[in-house]
């Protein structure tokens, strides 16, 4: 009954920890990181909310607490911060320990634009699967934009990624049935494409893509912006 909550605090509970290590201090970032979680998270709820309602996918009450908001475990709406932050802490710990490891400029361009194309090929081809198409509509739309604002942060995040889906894969196998009788999550196959990776939906790849690089995207535009150090500064 409690390995949904299990596992957001599982997956959490270590980078949360870190984040107050004395070098990194990544902690420091703790308002640009909230604001950022708050506006993914609320994006991605009202989407999951909706897809819930309809029968897109679902929960399974023998794995969760009985909690409910909008039909929803409360374990899925702390699934948006706990998850997220544990990926993209990841990915800052990766900028911190190794600052110069990261794509050239051209060759992270040509990979959005790959990317972004074959995205979109699937999008046009299966817009009557729910998921796949809002999916993949955020997923192409992120793209487009990082593409436009964001290929510097994007040049180490496709490498950072690369290992984050290696703990996502993990937690996300274990949601979807692995070494389950039943899942944790279950969904509709006639809105996806049908294609697992074990007991995954391939859709999930960009599921987890556009939530964890939406993050980074929004922190980082809000570090550059400096708004605390404004609001802040004026108000003294």
């Known amino acids: 009954m409690f390995l949904y909550l299990l596992l957001n605090l599982g997956s959490i509970s270590i980078p949360f920890l870190y984040s107050f290590e004395k070098k990194m201090r990544f902690i420091r970032y703790w ?44 374990e899925e709406w702390m699934f948006f911060f706990c998850i997220p932050y544990a990926s993209f802490f990841i990915h800052y710990s990766f900028e911190y320990f190794l600052p110069n490891f990261k794509l050239g400029e051209k060759v992270t361009k040509r990979i959005t634009i790959i990317l972004l194309l074959v995205v979109l090929s699937i999008l046009v081809l299966n817009f009557d699967k729910a998921y796949t198409a809002v999916n993949y509509s955020l997923l192409s739309f992120l793209l487009m934009i990082s593409y436009l604002y964001g290929i510097v942060y994007l040049r180490r995040f496709y490498i950072a990624f690369l290992i ?4 996502f894969f993990i937690v996300n196998g274990i949601l979807t049935g692995t070494g389950l009788e039943e899942p944790v999550v279950w969904y509709n196959d006639n809105e996806n494409l049908g294609i697992r990776l074990l007991t995954i939906p391939v859709e999930d790849i960009g599921y987890a ?26 108000s003294s």
Do not use: C, Q, R
Request: aromatic share 16%.
């Open 31 to 74: 308002k640009e990181v909230a604001l950022s979680l708050s506006i993914v998270s609320m994006i991605f709820l009202i989407w999951d909310a909706i897809f819930t309602a309809n029968g897109v996918w679902g929960f399974n009450a023998d794995y969760h607490l009985n909690i409910l908001i909008f039909k929803m475990p409360i």
């Open 164 to 167: 984050i889906l290696i703990p």
């Open 209 to 234: 893509f556009t939530m964890i690089f939406g993050n980074v995207f929004l922190i980082e535009k809000f570090k550059a912006m400096n708004l605390f150090k404004t609001a802040k500064s004026s």
